[in-house]
T-cell receptor, first 110, second 113 residues
Framework: QQQVKQSPQSLIVQKGGISIINCAYENTAFDYFPWYQQFPGKGPALLIAIRPDVSEKKEGRFTISFNKSAKQFSLHIMDSQPGDSATYFCAASRDYKLSFGAGTTVTVRA | SAVISQKPSRDICQRGTSLTIQCQVDSQVTMMFWYRQQPGQSLTLIATANQGSEATYESGFVIDKFPISRPNLTFSTLTVSNMSPEDSSIYLC??????????FGQGTRLTVV
């Protein structure tokens, strides 16, 4: 049973466009929500993270929006670049243990 | 952050054999975990590697199949025992630094034939 549901499974965006990935969770005990970026053959790299008492966090071109009442959070990639083409995983943490979403493969067309 | 080194980076093993994966961290960390990523899929937590005591396994994973050692705060091993093709996955070591940030090694890509 997947504790974190992620959508879409894949998306294609033009260079300069916005990529949006959505995640939802059920367990209100989760207290930390990171996003990871993974390139083929590499381990996941921490991209950005948020705590549930914050509604939005921005780091460069990456923004997390968090809706605690709806138990949903999303990643926005602004001004998408070909180098952003990767698989993105949302996750939720409880007691430092991560539950991951299924992943979204993002392809940025030049 | 932390620099995490895993060995081997990849291996091809015969079914019925065992493989031990090493994870070395460049600083002392309290929390260390092992995850599995099956081909084209997401990551699933196998167990928490506890220093000086037995590992804590998640549902669906057992010590006989995935024995873990954690002799100190910078090193851990995961053994995949009596392997079958279904064990073909990427195995990842993860550590928590600071209060929450989790970092991953590059992973060990295991193929069982």
């Amino acid at each position: 049973q997947q504790q974190v549901k992620q959508s879409p499974q894949s998306l294609i965006v033009q260079k300069g466009g916005i990529s949006i990935i959505n995640c939802a969770y059920e367990n209100t005990a989760f207290d930390y929500f990171p996003w990871y970026q993974q390139f083929p053959g590499k381990g996941p790299a921490l991209l950005i993270a948020i705590r549930p008492d914050v509604s939005e966090k921005k780091e460069g071109r990456f923004t997390i929006s968090f809706n605690k009442s709806a138990k949903q959070f999303s990643l926005h990639i602004m001004d998408s670049q070909p180098g952003d083409s990767a698989t993105y995983f949302c996750a939720a943490s409880r007691d430092y243990k991560l539950s991951f979403g299924a992943g979204t493969t993002v392809t940025v067309r030049a | 952050s932390a620099v995490i080194s895993q060995k081997p980076s990849r291996d091809i093993c015969q079914r019925g054999t065992s493989l031990t994966i090493q994870c070395q961290v460049d600083s002392q960390v309290t929390m260390m975990f092992w995850y599995r990523q099956q081909p084209g899929q997401s990551l699933t937590l196998i167990a928490t590697a506890n220093q000086g005591s037995e590992a804590t396994y998640e549902s669906g994973f057992v010590i006989d199949k995935f024995p873990i050692s954690r002799p100190n705060l910078t090193f851990s091993t995961l053994t995949v025992s009596n392997m079958s093709p279904e064990d073909s996955s990427i195995y990842l070591c993860s550590v928590v630094v600071g209060s929450t940030e989790a970092f991953f090694g590059q992973g060990t890509r295991l193929t069982v034939v």
